[in-house]
């Protein structure tokens, strides 16, 4: 339910799929001294990818390059080839900050690699990027000891101020985007949850933006709202009944989060607000209210109708 599952990247592109590279990541791995494996292109002069003399590498332009915001087009891959993020399913490129890293064969190291206008290939540890980039477990459906296979393009390279100054423009291309996706998507999955409404005999009602609830115990005292922290107990599964995260995983204890704050997928920033304390009931949420078209893991495919059974425990 948490908008951002914990392995995407905080903040690939059709050009590497395109006929102009399509023989991209064919090349054998270099190996870096720290570890880094990777293939690394440049277009040349005809707009054809070339693979890079990994040992011509400016040391100036290199470290002119830190503190600089470059924006990338990139997906990552398990080590069975699972889609785990694309920037093309999320209709945004991703901005990061180039910096140094202490940790050896870092994804940071990857990334001060390329120039603006270069596609990379690269093998990362997984157990690294985790621990010491993420910052968060390694997730059940990634094995430990294996490798991430990262396919990245640089797009651009720029100050602080000029990123942040494009940043709304990358924002709105993004929303009309992810508006037309909707309005492609979600009359199919309105049927989707339709037949499964009647199938399943359930009272439920319709939101505005089309997510489905049934209020199966009452609570007291008015229903949560923004700016409420909310703590709730749920099960997640798909409308096939395959459940793919639930709060027994956690311990069996509640989630905390705030209302209004988009800590989590829109399907339950309005869905929990149709409860009050004490009340439980069924969620079933469209694919463009949930996780969209971008596949979670190997337990929640791309769009994926929702359905959560969630108790409001508490309200503050």
């Given amino acids: 339910m948490f908008k951002k599952s914990l392995y995407l990247v905080p903040a690939l592109a059709a ?8 023989n991209l ?5 270099v190996k870096a001294p720290s570890g880094l494996e990777y293939k690394l292109y440049a277009q040349n002069a005809e707009g054809k990818y070339e693979l890079k003399d990994p040992t011509k590498v400016d040391s100036a332009a290199y470290k002119e390059k830190i503190g600089k915001i470059m924006s990338f087009e990139m997906e990552y891959r ?18 990061i900050k180039l910096m ?29 990027l985790f621990a010491k980039t993420f910052n968060t477990p390694l ?6 000891g294996s490798f991430l296979t990262f396919f990245v393009k640089s797009t651009n390279l720029q100050t602080e101020e000029e990123a942040m ?31 499964y409404i009647k199938e399943n005999k359930l009272d439920a009602k319709k939101t505005e933006s089309g997510i489905y609830y049934v209020i199966t115990q009452p609570g007291t005292g008015a229903n949560a709202k923004d700016g409420d ?23 069996g204890q509640p989630i905390e ?30 694919s463009p209210q949930g996780y969209g078209a971008m596949a979670q893991g190997p337990d929640l495919p791309a769009n994926s109708v929702l359905r959560f059974d969630v108790e409001l425990v508490d309200i503050k």
């Fill in 25 to 29: 990541g064919k090349d054998e791995f």
């Fill in 229 to 251: 922290t909310v703590s709730v107990k749920y099960k997640g599964t798909l409308l096939s009944g395959k459940e793919f995260d639930s709060s027994e995983r956690n311990g």
């Fill in 139 to 144: 997730p059940p459906f990634i094995e430990k």
């Fill in 100 to 128: 140094e890293s202490p940790n050896k064969g870092s994804i940071e190291e990857a990334f001060l690699m390329l120039n603006e206008g270069d596609s990379a290939v690269f093998k990362i540890n997984a157990d690294t």
């Fill in 78 to 95: 398990n080590n069975k080839d699972s889609l785990l993020f694309s920037t093309r399913e999320n209709a945004m490129p991703i901005q």
């Fill in 15 to 22: 050009v590497l799929f395109s006929s102009a590279c399509k």
């Fill in 257 to 286: 989060f705030p209302l209004g704050q988009n800590r989590v997928i829109k399907g339950w920033e309005e869905g929990i607000k149709q409860f009050n304390k004490g009340s439980k009931g069924i969620l079933l949420i469209p």
């Fill in 165 to 195: 100054a494009d940043y709304p423009k990358l924002m709105e291309r993004r929303q009309k985007e992810m508006e037309a996706r909707s309005a492609k998507q979600g009359p199919e999955d309105d049927k989707k949850i339709q037949e």
